[in-house]
């Protein structure tokens, strides 16, 4: 009796104990989330602690691939379930709704974004998961290396900054973070001394390291990376909002190819009222035109993949977004100590990975939102010069390209870049390849795009009325600016190639201000039948850009299948029916060549 006693209060203790422990059930629910919440990588945020979580939970086991390798599914299910259930002031990456008062001068001066707004949002604030569908059946490798993140800064805001950290700690998986290392530029904000310390010291691997005096973004970066511990570096900029997942997609490219430098794919987060979204065009190959902007091309045919979350070549990263294994790194030399403050270093690291034996990609399936301010908010000391960093970048990596520069920008051609030897040594030692190579086998698709050689424009000058013998005129060379009709300045003086009455309508069947070799990056743009002609910042993919110059003098727009009329009296420039009648939609360029333009009307009859 007393055994079938024992055996009835084992089989009864044995149920109350599954009532009570089974996962997602009863009491251990409720530990579960006690002890995550109170662990000891538990940060503050708003008012009180929100969790970053200490353990992984992986809903699937690893698998062992084909090619002996165990994958993984490294998504954190609860992080991403408890994002989802928030709600509030830019939660889910919606715009924060804006009145008047949020738009002043003064919320944007100090930061070139609106810092009021930053403020209102929860430095946890949830964003969107907006990656292609089969990312989130990916696996990747079980064994990962770690990464020290690398964020520089020079008087951050505050709730922008800590944004950025947050984010990283609560969608990272822990085991892969070695450290963050907030590297401080010289700040002289109270708000970045003591109380960002004190704040930072219940994050355990957050550390912060300080300049004494100001070095720039890119000795600021260098002095991160000197000090990091990880076997990957991954730079971030100070104010971003990390998504999804977002760090395996990128250690396992590594953990592939140790010599594969990899970028995530950049979001945009308004400067205005922090809305989530992607680029325009989303996934692009990085590229520069040859006065060394920085633009994007579409991905070419030959390089497109049946799955497009797969990642892809890039020729030219954005910049301050990337991860690399640090000894890889400092075996391609660091970035040029020689390059001051910022700029042209992108370009530097991108033309030394791929033609010194590495290689660049981006990485759809890792996403990291950036804020692209509406202007920079603080001077860099005097006397530095970008020109002098890319021509650096030039004479060291570009070999005979860099005349194609000089043509575009003949100021640089005298211009001192500093003493280039200790590159150059390295470029040799290296085994680099020649940047004719690079143009061949990496950027091969770049030319279609921003070719070396201008081809002829087909028509330029000034754009004359017939019908009230007026002039377009831009009188301010920004986007947004709208095309107004002003007395023509010929006659009255020479009219250098920098004025507004200067137009050109070239070889990508846009209309952009200047002369033929001297164009600006802004473009005729119209939205639609009646609306206004303004200036917009030239993407070179037709649409709203493209124009036809016809027989009938008429410039027509595709898109709105509209021409460009004027109201003389007003001095508007804008969109209406298009009337071969009518000679206030009759324009004259001061010049024109012939054979471009029948060969534009040929091909597009």
């Keep these: 009796m007393r055994r079938k006693e024992k055996r009835l209060l084992q089989v009864a203790g044995l149920l109350i104990a599954a009532l009570l422990f089974l996962p997602n059930v009863g009491l251990w629910s409720l530990y579960r989330d006690r002890v995550f919440d109170n662990s000891p990588d538990a940060v503050v945020v708003d008012a009180g602690p929100v969790p970053i979580q200490g353990v992984n939970r992986m809903a699937k086991d690893a698998q062992l691939g084909r090619d002996g390798v165990r994958r993984k599914d490294w998504h954190d299910y609860e992080v991403m379930r408890r994002d989802a259930s928030r709600s509030g002031n830019g939660e889910q990456g919606k715009a924060f709704p804006l009145t008047e008062a949020d738009r002043v001068d003064q919320a944007y001066r100090e930061n070139g974004f609106n810092i009021y707004v930053s403020d209102r949002i929860s430095l946890n604030r949830s964003l969107p998961d907006i990656r292609h569908a089969n990312c989130k059946q990916k696996l990747y490798g079980e064994k990962l290396p770690n990464t020290s993140i690398i964020i520089p800064f020079h008087n951050e805001g505050w709730s922008s900054l800590l944004r950025t950290v947050h984010s990283i700690l609560n969608r990272s998986p822990p085991q892969l973070i070695a450290e963050i290392i907030l ?10 001394k003591v109380a960002l310390e004190e704040y930072m010291v219940r994050m355990p691997k957050v550390r912060i390291l300080r300049t004494k005096k100001r070095e720039g973004l890119i000795r600021t970066r260098l002095l991160g990376a000197a000090a990091a511990k990880g076997e990957v570096i991954t730079f971030l ?7 999804v997942n977002w760090l395996p997609p990128l250690l396992d490219r590594i953990a592939q190819n140790r010599k594969s430098i990899v970028c995530p794919m950049i979001d945009v987060i308004d400067h205005d009222n922090f809305g989530y979204e992607t680029q325009a065009g989303d996934a692009m190959r990085g590229a520069f035109d040859w006065e060394m902007y920085y633009k994007r091309i579409p991905i070419p045919p030959e390089l497109q993949k049946e799955d497009p979350s797969e990642p892809f070549e890039s020729p030219v990263m954005a ?11 400092w075996e391609l030399g660091g970035y040029d100590t020689g390059l001051e403050i910022w700029g042209g270093e992108q370009y530097e690291i991108s033309f030394k990975v791929w033609m010194c034996g590495g290689r660049m990609e981006d990485i759809p399936c890792s996403r990291v939102g950036h804020i692209y301010r509406k202007y920079v908010p603080y001077k860099v000391p005097g006397g530095v010069s970008l020109a002098r960093n890319l021509k650096r970048v030039a004479e060291v990596w570009m070999d005979e390209y860099a005349e194609y520069i000089y043509q575009r920008r003949p100021e640089y051609r005298h211009l001192s870049a500093g003493d280039m030897t200790v590159q150059k040594e390295l470029r040799n030692s290296l085994n680099c390849k020649s940047f004719k190579w690079f143009m061949a086998e990496v950027a091969w698709d770049l030319p279609k795009h921003y070719p070396p050689v201008e081809p002829p424009a087909a028509a330029w000058g000034e754009l004359r009325n017939v019908g009230s013998n007026m002039c377009m005129e831009s009188k301010h060379f920004v986007s947004g600016s709208p095309i107004r009709l ?16 200067v137009f050109t309508f070239g070889w990508r069947e846009d209309v952009r201000v200047g002369d033929p070799m001297h164009t600006k990056k802004v473009c005729f ?20 850009q493209l124009w036809r110059y016809r027989q009938d003098k008429s410039l027509y727009h595709p898109v709105s299948n509209s021409c460009i009329d004027c109201n003389p009296t007003e001095r508007r420039v804008f969109m209406n029916t298009c009337d071969p009648r009518s000679p206030n939609q009759q324009w004259l360029f001061e010049r024109t060549n012939a054979t471009v333009l029948e060969h534009f009307n040929r091909a597009n009859n």
């Excluded at 900029?237 to 998504?243: L, P, T």
Aim: with cysteine.
């Design 183 to 192: 590297v401080d530029d010289y700040s002289d904000k109270e708000h970045l």
């Design 486 to 501: 002003e007395s023509c300045v010929k006659g009255r003086g020479e009219v250098g190639w920098s004025h507004g009455q």
């Design 237 to 243: 900029d100070s104010h971003c909002e990390a998504n």
């Design 525 to 544: 743009d119209a939205i639609s039948h009646n609306s206004p002609v303004t200036l917009y910042d030239c993407h070179g993919m037709k649409g709203n």
């Design 319 to 329: 910049g301050g977004l990337f991860a690399v294994d640090r000894k890889w790194f």
